[in-house]
């Protein structure tokens, strides 16, 4: 069984690695968020594609950690969450309301 993180509406699915040929972005925002609110990081390694409605990235996470301002722990403007080492990709969150799958709205 593979390991996922969820921060909001962003997944973070354990995989062995990420695909080849793939540009790392320069950009520390992962997602803006349902509300406007970026998911930014700090350490670590992005790498943003459309592979499919709901997979839009691989992340290699190392000492990473995660800001948003809900989500996560801390005082004042940016909440903080720290993600375990290794290589994610990247999944857009969805939840079943009224027997369909809607995006889940952070």
């Known amino acids: 069984m593979k390991k996922a993180y969820r921060h909001g509406e962003i997944c973070f699915l354990k995989v062995d690695k990420i695909p080849d040929n793939l540009e790392e972005a320069t950009q520390k925002e992962i997602l803006k968020g349902s509300h406007g609110n970026p998911h930014t990081f700090d350490k670590g390694k992005l790498f943003l594609t459309e592979e499919s409605e709901n997979v839009f990235g691989y992340f290699i996470g190392k000492d990473t950690t995660l800001f948003h301002e809900t989500h996560g722990k801390g005082k004042g403007k940016l909440k ?27």
């Open 80 to 106: 903080k969450a720290k993600l375990p080492d290794g290589n994610y990709q990247l999944r857009r969150q969805v939840e079943i309301i009224n027997k369909e799958m809607q995006p889940v709205i952070d």
